[in-house]
């Protein structure tokens, strides 16, 4: 080993003779050495470390003031965290930033003005690894020119409830989905040689009591679930980092649970990086550092500085092995190493250019919209048309965004001003992207008028006047902030159905955080899902509806009828007493939202995989093989309309014999750009483990032996284009998913 070093430090040494004398020595700084591996790289430097060193890796500060604790003037304006480098030894500080959707800011007078991408529903509406990549590469620009080298982005809680309030930062319900696509947001921010954060590690499934609900779940069906998500997040990325949640699982805080950090994470699915807590998710020295945690984020949020000198004196006593706090900082090496943090250093104060990440938004947007419905093809919306009505949802000047951390303000200040809340988890902000703007330039001709929908009978006259109606609905929902019920709020259902008897060409716009209920569905002729669409949200929407763009979102969530069809028809805890412990009884396991609704034979009112287009696709020439242990599905998907549009071809798959947690479970997909007419093969390889049963004990995935029957759907209510059945042989794969 001491004659690798020495070689590579030798080797280091060379450019030396002609470069800059400021250029660090490798020979006494082996760690720098670009050579080595990551993982020589993160021992060298942490043997090179004294004590106090090591232990100002773990123990992170808050990013703005906290209460009467100023934030260290360190840390960059209004930001989510700072970890002092070692100067000494050539390693630079962390700059921690919010968010999956793009630079968000905390709280205070010098917000910074950022790209936002739309929420990450959106963009797994795009079903797009390519447009998840791209975001995530776009945000992580962003992030470096602002000086963060840490990105707290990778949000891949799964939909269990559709009211849970920071859906929107997630990707859906389904595992393969919401992992592959978060996975590939995760990699195109670490592209940036940035650190990102794959979270909220585990089961943090809804905002309400989230600092002290313990999530029960059976493990078997976790790791099927909630964690299968995270994991393939995780191999989709490599990402650096893993935050651990607020909540408990099954009994023990996520951020000093044993199972979930040790056993799961870093033993069984090889997680090199270094976990981080939420802003005040550790709550213990000994049992965090020795069950797992390797960094006490934001210490200013927890009732003690565990990470502190607590754990120097734990280190001391042997309390906590000095091997541990090895490990930990060890962990933390290795990403920033690993990553290019140390390499590429960040500076505050690059330049961004606005708007081609406006351009990769609006791309985002545009892909993610999700047309519900479209009878009479009252959509696209002729350029000619004489007069519309714009009603609502601030229509007029901007797009609803959503609350929380991941808050990112935007460039030339927000839409709206003075909404409440006003404070956190506000404030509410509209993109200054507005849809009526971005309207009137496709129909330059057009006579539009705006009514702010506070009064459904005024709006109704102004509708009743017009060739067309667009209804701007909006749900404002955040972290912390869950939604109270599936409607729409302030009364805008009523607002709805005043315009929709008005107008029979009226035209629904949603912006809202997850899942909404329409009971005006079958009084209007058209839905547009728009979600929360980001920066450029105001052009994306004026595209879409008039063609420019062909709709091709898919839905990554159910839309349920009522909540009487949810599992908890009524969410748990009490928003009025967020103090007071509780338990949610997570007994539907790993059959979650469309998985749910086959096992129960309920009728969502919009099902998963749901998506319309202007044109129509036809799927056909269905096989399926076996290959190098592997289950590879092939068709063909042909335009069989007049205009160019994108494909979603989804597969189930389906046991005959064997019993899964519901009838089907989603194997593959692809999106496919198709010009009227034309014709593409396509073959989709099955993720494997989605066709095994976890086993707990063996720490297997076994598939079992016997027929399966793969469904070609355009979604996942049950109408299939075509449908075949294969032998499985029996199969054990690890607990990573790989043959044994
Ligand atoms: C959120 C995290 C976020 C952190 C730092 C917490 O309240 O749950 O998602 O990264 O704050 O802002």
């Avoid at 500060?61 to 960059?76: H, I």
């Avoid at 270094?274 to 984020?297: C, I, K, Y």
């Avoid at 200013?300 to 500085?305: H, I, L, N, Q, S």
Wanted: glycine share 10%; charged share 20%; proline share 6%.
């Amino acid at each position: 080993m001491r004659i690798r070093i020495m070689i590579a430090a030798i080797a280091a040494c060379l450019p030396l003779l002609t470069h800059a004398a400021d250029a660090p020595a490798p020979a006494q700084k082996p760690w720098l050495d670009s050579s080595l591996n990551p993982d020589q790289r993160a021992k060298l430097a942490v043997q090179a470390m004294t004590q106090e060193e090591k232990l100002s890796w773990v123990f992170a500060w808050f990013g703005n003031d906290f209460g009467p604790k100023k934030k260290t003037p360190a840390a960059l304006a209004q930001s989510a965290g700072y970890i002092p480098g070692t100067a000494r030894l050539g390693i630079p500080a962390l700059f921690e930033t919010d968010a999956g959707l793009g630079v968000a800011s905390q709280a205070g007078p010098q917000v910074r003005e950022r790209t936002q991408l739309p929420s990450g529903l959106a963009t797994a509406s795009t079903w797009d690894t390519k447009l998840a990549y791209a975001g995530g590469a776009m945000i992580g620009a962003e992030a470096r020119a602002s000086g963060f080298n840490v990105m707290l982005a990778g949000g891949v809680n799964l939909l269990r409830d559709a009211r849970n309030g920071r859906n929107f930062e997630y990707a859906g319900e389904d595992p393969l989905l919401a992992g592959t696509m978060v996975g590939q947001t995760v990699k195109g921010i670490e592209s940036n040689h940035i650190v990102s954060t794959v979270k909220h590690y585990a089961m943090n499934d809804q905002e309400t009591g989230r600092f002290v609900v313990d999530s029960r779940i059976d493990k078997a069906a976790m790791r099927m679930s909630d964690l299968l998500a995270m994991q393939l997040a995780l191999e989709g990325s490599d990402a650096g980092s893993v935050m651990c949640s607020y909540n408990r699982v099954n009994g023990v805080y996520a951020c000093e649970n044993d199972y979930l950090l040790n056993e799961v994470l870093k033993k069984d699915w090889g997680f090199k990086g270094f976990v981080m807590s939420d802003w005040g998710a550790t709550h213990s020295t000994e049992m965090a550092a020795n069950n797992g945690l390797d960094q006490e984020s934001g210490h200013e949020f927890d009732k003690m500085d565990y990470f502190g000198p607590a754990l120097a004196e734990a280190v001391k006593a042997g309390r906590v092995p000095q091997a541990r706090l090895d490990d930990m900082v060890t962990r933390i090496m290795y990403a920033m190493f690993a990553k290019g943090v140390v390499e590429h250093p960040v500076r505050e104060g690059g330049a961004i250019d606005f708007a081609a990440h406006g351009a990769v938004s609006r791309q985002d947007a545009e892909d993610g919209m999700v047309l519900l419905k479209n009878d009479r093809n009252v959509l696209p919306l002729a350029k000619t048309v004489r007069t519309i009505a714009i009603i609502g949802g601030h229509a007029d000047v901007g797009v609803l965004s959503g609350g929380g951390s991941s808050q990112v303000y935007p460039v030339g200040g927000m839409a709206v001003k003075g909404l409440e809340p006003k404070i956190w988890p506000g404030p509410v902000v509209y993109h200054p992207s507005s849809p009526l703007r971005a309207i009137q330039a496709q129909a330059p001709n057009a006579k539009i008028v705006f009514d702010d929908g506070t009064d459904p009978a005024r709006a109704a006259r102004v509708a009743k006047s017009a060739d067309v109606a667009l209804v701007f609905a909006t749900q404002w929902v955040g972290e912390a902030n869950d939604a109270v019920s599936l409607a729409l709020p302030d009364k805008q259902d009523a607002l709805i159905d005043a315009v929709a008897a008005a107008n029979n060409s009226t035209v629904v716009v949603l912006e809202n955080g997850s899942p909404v209920a329409m009971p005006w569905l079958n009084k209007t002729p058209a839905v547009l899902e728009a979600w929360y669409p980001g920066t450029s949200g105001g052009e994306a929407i004026a595209r879409v509806l008039f063609g420019a763009v062909n709709p091709s979102g898919h839905l990554p969530a159910t839309f349920p009828a009522s909540e009487q069809q949810l599992p908890r028809p009524k969410l748990d805890g009490d928003r009025k007493n967020e103090e007071k412990a509780f338990a949610v009884d997570y007994s539907e396991g790993a059959a979650i939202g469309y998985k749910w609704f086959d096992l129960k034979g309920l009728k969502p009112l919009f099902p998963f995989g749901h998506g319309m287009s202007y044109t129509t696709f036809s799927y056909a020439g269905l096989g399926a093989k076996v290959q190098d242990g592997k289950l590879h599905v092939r068709f063909k998907v042909t335009n069989t309309g007049k205009l160019a549009g994108k494909a979603v071809p989804q597969v189930y798959v389906s046991p005959l014999a064997a019993k899964w947690e519901a009838p089907k479970r989603l194997a593959g997909w692809d999106k496919v750009a198709l010009q009227p007419g034309e014709s593409k093969e396509v073959e989709v390889t099955v993720e494997p483990r989605v066709l095994g049963m976890f086993d707990e004990s063996a720490k297997t995935w076994n598939i079992a032996k016997g027929q399966y029957k793969l469904m070609l759907a355009k979604d996942a209510a049950g109408v299939d284009a075509a449908s075949v059945t294969v032998d499985l042989p029996a199969q054990v794969l690890d607990v990573r998913g790989r043959a044994r």
